[in-house]
């Protein structure tokens, strides 16, 4: 019975991180959704009143179906609030809200990460969905033929191009970090500058953003941890006698 030790080391951690994240962000939002705030402004009303104060007068905002599934599309400039956050006046919302906002003030002030980012979303795409899998299928034949045949290049070959590709998802992953820390640092500043929400109410929504936060270093682990697993085993069968 084959025991793979680099799934163990490298993958799993990351994997057992992003459940204990998923349901923190989860158990974190419930918490404060039942907290509502003092001025009674729903999510939507906050968006609108922040893309105001800094003066963005071209973002649409929509509603989207499903729970915490909140996001700003730069290319269509469409801030879409969830069914759980756009009528929601609980400094939870509030909070989700504000943070998509902090996205599309990103947009509006060309932040350098969110820009990258956009650029690296076809790399991230293919790469997610071909690299691993062409990876596998290059150590798995690799290690069906003899290292001194042609073939063993040709494995070699496809095993790379699947790491490569892996890796842009993996770039994509580690950028996403810096620009969604950044939206909820804007997110908590306007929410305090334009007095959106007091001290108290401030503090839930820093739990609730950290919270969030959480769920994207996980995801970005588990990609370093897979990547690094890939080149283990790779490296493993160039080793093999």
Known sequence: MYFDYTYVIFVLPA?????????????????????????????????????????????????????????????NKVLSLSDSTYNSTSIAAIGVAAHETGHAIQHATSYGPLAFRRILVPAANIGSQFGPTLAILGIIFGNSVDISSPYFAIAQLVTNIGIVLFGGAVLFYLVTLPVEFNASRRALKILKETGTLDKRELAGVRKVLTAAAMTYVASALTAIGSLLRLLVLSNNRRNRR
């Open 15 to 75: 994997v057992l991180l992003s459940l204990i994240a998923s349901m923190m962000v989860k158990s974190t939002f419930a918490r404060y959704n039942k907290v509502l705030s003092k001025r009674g402004i729903t999510g939507t009303q906050a968006a609108q009143f922040l893309l105001q104060k800094n003066g963005i007068n071209d973002v649409k905002i929509g509603r989207i179906g499903g729970n915490l599934s909140d996001n700003y599309n730069p290319s």
